[in-house]
């Protein structure tokens, strides 16, 4: 047989595809990111992502990291389903080769006398075995082969589901940590403002006995004392709360008094943005979204396929005898070929509406791979505004602080000396609580944004992404 003939056999043989050509829909969004007052002007610097060991720099926050990557139970439901999907691509590969199979059987059957026609019964006996193909179907439009391409695309797309599951976990571990650290120096705080306040009510009521303060005083000191109970109260609270939401992301105990960098201190990495092209590669969510856009594509091309003919072959060979001991004897050999061949005729629609149902779902992909851009580009605009304004209302925060400060110093000498009242010193007290308050809240809201802005670039994609692992 001349060469290019045995390639056009070996081309039908394989199939061909019926699926759409795929063409990546235009991103639906700006092709830079916001610019103005909110924004630095060096945030658009394109530079490869970086890994959360990189970014984070509390050794005790990575170790809680790690423990969640070994332990969350979410992430290990990922995990497995990306298997499941493996599984699943497997089986569906499978249907493109035919499948080999040996049977064997043997019968034997008692005829009446009234069947035989010698007026006795008889007892007949069959024995066979044989080695064949089972309605094995050649995939010459490419049914088979779109199927299998769009249950390797949902295994894909399981993979970056695992992705994402497990950035969401690291800033979520990150968050709550913080979260957790933030509320135990407010903690601290209320703590020490309790007993600034309760040594400024003994003061009040000792110059109450005496005479140099009014009752009015007294009161006032002691709804100081009572408003920074209830602050303690509540951040007491707040701190078992935090602990509990991050042993359940971590997945398994965590110790309440773990030493950890104070959350002044530089928490995490300088982390440049990119260009909104680069979320393309970096996000876990839109990979899976354009995975999952491509696999419905394909399922247009089964879709296709099953209003052409399907053809599939039977064929076995193997031996039959009547006496099992005479199975493989000369002579006893036997084979089967049957080809077969389906063309649909009437199908009272269903063909046109799967076909119509295929197309609908790859327009429903197409919208939600958008969606998924957009809502990318959203996030990371507004990690840019809040890294862009946080650094300037932190710094007017701890001048703040600082104001406070120097006022409480001056009205609580003024007000042991006799020269203001109680009122003033108090007022000041207040005040200085409330600004760092203040601060403690801004630098958890400014480290919080650091967080989301790193999940909002994809975060370690150069560590987290495909593998390119061999699928078996």
Known sequence: ?????????????????LAPDYQRPEAPVAERFPQGPAYQGDALAASPGQSWQQVFHDPVLRQLIDSALANNRDLRT????VEGYRAKYRIQRAELLPTLSTDAQGSRQYLPRGMTGTGQGA??????????????????????????DQALLTYLASEQAQRSTRLSLVASVASAYLT?????????????????????LRLTRGQRRAGTVSALDQIQAQTSVDSTRAAVARYKREVAQDLNQLTLLVGAPVASDLAALPLADEQIAGLPAGLPSDLLQRRPDIVQAELQLRAANANIGAARAAFFPSISLTANAGSTSPALSGLFDAGSGTWLFQ??????????????????????????EVAQYEKAIQGAFQEVADGLAARGTYQR?????????????????????????????????????RSLFTAQQGLISDRLAQLLAEVNLYAALGGGWQEDGITGQQVR
């Open 393 to 429: 209302q932190l710094q007017a925060q701890h001048d703040l602080v600082a104001s406070n400060q120097r006022y409480y110093r001056l009205a609580e000498h003024r007000y042991r000396i006799g020269v203001d009242s109680s009122l003033t010193f108090l007022d000041a007290q």
């Open 78 to 81: 990922a995990a497995l389903n």
């Open 339 to 364: 080809p077969q061949i389906s063309l649909p005729i009437f199908t009272a629609g269903n063909l046109r509406a799967s076909l119509d149902y295929a197309r609908l779902q790859k327009d429903i």
């Open 1 to 17: 047989m001349p060469r290019h003939a045995l390639t056009l056999c070996a081309a039908l043989l394989c199939g061909c595809t």
């Open 180 to 200: 957790w650290r933030a509320d135990q120096e407010l903690l601290v705080l209320a703590q020490q403002t309790l007993d600034s306040d309760t040594r400024s």
């Open 123 to 148: 007892i007949s006996s069959t024995y066979a075995a044989t080695l064949g193909v089972s309605a094995y179907e050649l995939d010459l439009f490419g049914r088979v082969r779109s199927l299998s």
